[in-house]
């Protein structure tokens, strides 16, 4: 951190799961996945967010291939539930550091829509959108690579 700041380097701090305690009951250890209560991530993203304001910390990504099961805990892909995180995030990130940027996370491309394992980025965030998404992002991550 000292030698971004020192050399005017942006960081982005990407929070993509949430530790054991705070996941669903009987969860799926073998993979990452959401918090069972939005608030509980949206306090730790706020608390870093309160921390990092004005140093080299711009922007917090919140989450990462939301669209991929695995990545979502195994649980179904519902990009409402995602922007109901993100909201959360989004508000407790803001009130901590107005300046902060708030990232969506990064969708992959997947070549694959059969919705339970994965949902094409580009139907998914279709549907982010649908669900509010442009109210709690300042920007849209995005993965260049992957399979579509």
């Not at 992959?108 to 994965?118: E, L």
């Not at 279709?126 to 991550?141: H, M, T």
């Amino acid at each position: 951190m000292t030698a971004a700041n020192a050399s005017g380097i942006n960081l982005l701090f990407s929070v993509v799961n949430a530790p054991p305690w705070a996941r669903e009951a009987g969860f799926d250890g073998n993979v990452g996945g959401p918090p069972s209560d939005p608030a509980t991530y949206a306090a730790f993203v706020g608390a870093i967010s309160g921390k990092y304001c004005g140093s080299a910390v711009k922007a917090i990504e919140v989450w990462n291939e939301q669209n991929l099961w695995y990545q979502w805990g195994g649980e179904p892909l519902d990009p409402g539930r995602y922007v109901q995180l993100l909201a959360a995030a989004y508000r407790s990130i803001k009130a901590a550091c107005p300046q902060m940027s708030v990232i969506s996370g990064a969708l992959t491309p997947t070549g694959t829509n059969d919705g339970v394992h994965a949902i094409d980025d580009f139907q998914y965030l279709e549907r982010l959108y649908q669900a509010g998404l442009k109210n709690y992002a300042d920007g849209i991550g995005a993965h260049p690579s992957g399979f579509n």
